[in-house]
């Protein structure tokens, strides 16, 4: 059976420094893993996605994923916060069973950034 | 493509009536899905169409919800009677489900309030 576990509810961090927010997934087949960010009061917009090609995963305002299959694990990097990056991050896990997509979303993780 | 569209972006009602939120999808994507986002139980899966066919409703609350699906490019969740427990933001999200990347796509969201 599926399941996403965001390991941090909130974090916090100062502008400029690097940011990690953690996910573990269980999947009984090769999942697709994604990472969504929502702004306050805004829809949830796709930052990166991982669907078994390189386990590097680059994605939009320079966020990153490493896949990691060992330690069933897909967080999500980035080397120097900005601003405009508070917002609330959700890992997503989907994959496909008996013709149907399942699509399995994390708790979430509010992102502060100190200024 | 101009993305998913919701409307209405808002909605105030009070308890007892009738609310209809409507969906748009982006053309060319074959499955469908409406969340309900609120503070205390996060993001939750409703309803989810593939080919215009409910798949998996076993998310929609009770008999007061139901949705419709009539064609590829035309979706609504409705609400009768709406209840102050309704209130939510509601997301339509569709996505082409049957190719390697079937990451979903999220509308603006309706702030539904029901007084």
């Known amino acids: 059976a599926q399941s996403v576990t965001q390991l941090d509810s909130h974090v916090s961090v100062s502008e400029g420094t690097p940011v990690l927010l953690r996910c573990n997934y269980s999947?009984?087949?090769?999942?697709?893993l994604f990472w969504y960010v929502q702004h306050p009061n805004k829809g949830l917009q796709l930052l990166l996605k991982?669907?078994?090609?390189?386990?590097l995963v680059k994605g939009i305002n320079g966020f990153e994923a490493e896949f990691k299959k060992s330690e069933t694990s897909f967080h999500l990097t980035k080397p120097s916060a900005h601003m405009s990056d508070a917002a609330e991050y959700f890992c997503?896990?989907?994959?496909?069973?008996?013709?149907?997509?399942?699509?399995?979303f994390g708790t979430g993780t509010r992102l502060k950034v100190l200024a | 493509d101009a993305g998913v569209i919701q409307s209405p972006r808002h909605e105030v009602t009070e308890m007892g009536q009738e609310v209809t939120l409507r969906c748009k999808p982006i053309?060319?994507?074959?499955?469908l899905f409406w969340y309900r986002q609120t503070m205390m139980r996060g993001l939750e899966l409703l309803i989810y169409?593939?080919?215009?066919?409910?798949?998996?409703d076993s998310g929609m609350p009770e008999d007061r919800f139901s949705a419709k699906m009539p064609n590829a490019s035309f979706s609504t969740l409705k609400i009768q009677p709406s209840e102050p427990r309704d209130s939510a933001v509601y997301f339509c999200?569709?996505?082409?489900?049957?190719?390697?990347?079937?990451?979903?796509?999220f509308g603006p969201g309706t702030r539904l309030t029901v007084l």
């Open positions: 999200a569709s996505s082409w489900a049957g190719g390697t990347y079937n990451e979903q796509f």
């Open positions: 999947s009984s087949y090769s999942p697709s």
């Open positions: 991982y669907t078994s090609a390189a386990t």
């Open positions: 997503v896990v989907s994959e496909i069973n008996s013709g149907t997509y399942k699509y399995i």
């Open positions: 053309s060319g994507h074959n499955s």
């Open positions: 169409f593939n080919n215009n066919v409910p798949i998996d």
